[in-house]
């Protein structure tokens, strides 16, 4: 009686205790496992319904199962679920290995794959095979028999490291909380800060890493030594002499990696990954950094010059430390602009900003949300909607998890239960989350944000529309299943709605008194959107040329994990360095997510986003006809084009890094 091998549409999260989890994985691989014997066994001619599609709609069973625990041990994990994930993870990448290395299978998919020019096949269609084929031949299809044990062996190791990757991190984070007893050490902590770190079961005020906690502290508390001690223990998650140190992990990742690319006859990890992505190679990445590095630079040593210079007029500090950034760029920011993020905290209550991103979603995409209690939920936080156009027809069901708890991880993301698919003529619609991690409310106040979660909901919720607005027959090329460096456009273009003032009318209103957010607080908001544009560009250009660092080349010689980041920053440096901190080490994007030699896409899609926007712009920013554009060939289009061929019959043109340079103030 297992709910999770029962029939069910959304995920049975109260039915499902952690024992169900192991049987249940294993059944669902012995469930898949017949339907690849079903095709190879298949004593008809191979053709694109009875194998290349039959193939992409495999599966299904066990991935809803892997969808619903692989979500949870992100959201909603203790030690037992980390325990199971570390027993079915191998078990998962042997799966995935009897399916890419199965040689029955591959030459079933060869032989549709080389008569492809002979049949009648749609865009979609042609991008499924092409996929497909890829997928055996860039993961091994085509290796002797004693490589193909190598890679089974490299991707067994690689699914388990990058699991321990993510606990050790999870670990650190919960294992650090920062005590204060006597208040004037709170100084400069704005009251709604304080309220929220009030300690429940301890006299005083408790911080902890979690970012409505630490990001605060270093913004406004003015206790130099603190904000040190805080900045610190962030900056050493893995990289302490204890049990969950990372530094052996990061370095047996990147050498698998590494011997995996070899074996499949690419240079690096990197050449192998940027393959099937839009920038292709590992020197138009770099050549694509370097350009954007060459603009920002000199503006970030501008902006960071005159901020030390700031401080030390301010309160003498002569050398600016990484503690200080955030400190003294709200002081100056709050001097150039008068704009105070506490006093704009007030206009954005969670429930508004939920309701604000809905109305936006209307308006552009004819979407309706409604809040609704018979959809099960994982835990109490999470909010659950149906999703339905304005004609009533059902879209998706919509998940919402917004605060930080012990069993989640950091960060913001967006996921999904169920992926949407046409199958037996029905068009089988998503179950779509977003994961944040907001200041919870507290016994005075609502949850009140700061204009930069805003900004994060905006982006998570872009990355939904994506998933929601899906409309392809495939599973595998839909939402977004598309090039990494694609798929962050959605999300990204998004954000520019929270600076308009057209947007800001619809939700920025004072949760106690009902006022619109003043106009010139959205004039400022605007004006200080590029605020020290130049040095948040010259540190995401750090990020995405580390990655490529550890994944452009051989790494056999790398012995210190801080020595090798310190010369990948070489570059990119404006603070001193500080001896106890590394950032490889809590590197998730890279080394638990899906990101590895793909950071670079945050700016690559940075440019996308800010020459979509434009076109917005120059219309209208709720213009129906490029609404419609941007929904019918980039959200409901997945992975079923070319993603630069989506774009362009959105946009007309190929996409220029100007309107990003522009909207930096580095132009």
């Known amino acids: 009686m297992n709910p999770l091998l029962q029939d069910f549409n959304t995920a049975p999260f109260s039915k499902i205790s952690n024992d169900n989890y192991k049987p249940a994985i294993q059944k669902g691989i012995e469930i ?16 694109f319904e009875n194998t290349t599609v039959a193939l992409d709609f495999s599966g299904e069973k066990l991935n809803r199962i892997t969808s619903i625990f692989f979500n949870l041990n992100s959201a909603e994990t203790n030690d037992e679920i980390q325990k199971i994930a570390q027993e079915v993870s191998p078990l998962l990448s042997e799966f995935g290995n009897d399916i890419t290395l199965n040689t029955a299978l591959f030459a079933r998919v060869k032989a549709v794959f080389n008569v492809k020019e002979t049949l009648d096949l749609s865009a979609e269609q042609t991008m499924l095979l092409d996929k497909q084929y890829k997928s055996f031949a860039r993961n091994g299809a085509n290796l002797n028999k004693e490589d193909k044990s190598k890679l089974r062996e490299i991707d067994a190791k690689l699914s388990t490291l990058s699991l321990k990757f993510g606990e050790n991190v999870l670990a650190e984070t919960n294992a650090f909380e920062l005590h204060i007893t006597n208040e004037n050490d709170l100084a400069g902590l704005p009251e709604s800060e304080k309220e929220a ?3 429940k079961d301890k006299e005083g005020w408790v911080f902890t890493l979690d970012y409505p906690s630490y990001i605060p502290f270093l913004t406004y508390i003015d206790n130099r030594e603190l904000r ?26 990147v050498n698998l990696r590494h011997q995996r690319a ?7 990890h990197a050449h192998f990954v940027l393959e099937e992505r839009m920038a292709e190679t590992p020197e138009n990445v770099i050549a694509f950094s370097n350009n954007l590095l060459e603009k920002a630079k000199p503006a970030a040593i501008k902006e960071f010059n005159n901020l030390e210079a700031y401080a030390k007029k301010l309160d003498g500090i002569d050398q600016l430390q990484k503690w200080d950034g955030a400190y003294y760029s709200e002081k100056l920011k709050k001097e150039i602009f008068d704009l105070d993020q506490e006093i704009l905290k007030p206009y954005f209550k969670l429930e508004n900003v939920i309701g604000g991103v809905f109305e936006i979603a209307n308006r552009l995409f004819d979407l309706q949300f409604e809040e609704v209690s018979n959809i099960d939920k994982y835990h109490e936080d999470v909010k659950t909607f149906n999703v339905t156009d304005t004609k009533g027809n059902f879209i998706a069901v919509f998940y919402a998890d917004f605060h930080p708890r012990k069993g989640k991880r950091n960060g913001a993301w967006m996921t999904s239960y169920k992926a949407q698919q046409i199958k037996n003529g029905k068009n089988e619609r998503p179950h779509v989350s977003i994961v944040c991690n907001f200041t919870k409310p ?27 607005l899906a409309n392809t027959t495939y599973n595998s090329l839909s939402g977004t299943s598309v090039s990494w460096d694609f798929v962050e456009l959605p999300s990204q273009v998004l954000e520019n709605w929270c600076f308009e003032k057209e947007a800001l009318e619809l939700f920025a209103k004072h949760y106690e008194t009902g006022e619109v957010i003043p106009m010139n607080y959205v004039e400022k908001i605007k004006e200080s959107a590029s605020f020290h544009e130049g040095m948040q560009t010259l540190r995401q250009l750090s990020f995405g040329l580390l990655d490529m660092q550890w994944h452009g080349q051989d790494p056999t010689e790398i012995s210190s994990v801080k020595v090798f980041e310190n010369g990948a920053f070489a570059d990119t440096k404006l603070y001193p360095d500080v001896a106890e901190n ?3 080490t809590a590197f998730s994007h890279i080394f638990q997510g899906g990101y590895s030699a793909g950071y670079y ?19 209208g920013i709720f213009n129906k006809e490029v609404a419609t554009k941007f929904k019918e060939n980039v959200l409901s289009k997945g992975g079923t084009e070319k993603p630069m061929e989506l774009y362009k019959r959105f946009r007309g043109k190929e996409p ?7 909207r930096a103030g580095l132009i």
């Open 197 to 199: 770190a009030k300690s």
């Open 228 to 253: 040190k001690k805080m900045a610190i223990a962030a900056g050493k998650k893995g990289f302490q002499d204890n049990s969950f140190n990372n530094e052996g992990v990061v370095l047996e990742i």
């Open 656 to 662: 220029k890094p100007d309107a990003l340079l522009k």
């Open 442 to 468: 507290t016994e005075t106040k609502p949850s009140l944000l700061t204009f930069n979660e805003v900004t994060t909901l905006f982006h998570e919720f872009g990355h939904a529309l994506h998933g929601m």
């Open 262 to 268: 070899n074996l499949l006859s690419y240079k690096t």
């Open 601 to 619: 896409s945050y700016k690559w899609a940075e440019v996308l986003d800010a020459d979509a926007f434009e076109y917005f712009l120059e219309e």
């Open 582 to 584: 590394v950032m490889s």
């Open 32 to 47: 898949a496992k017949l339907e690849i014997d079903a095709i190879t066994d298949n004593s008809n001619e191979p053709t």
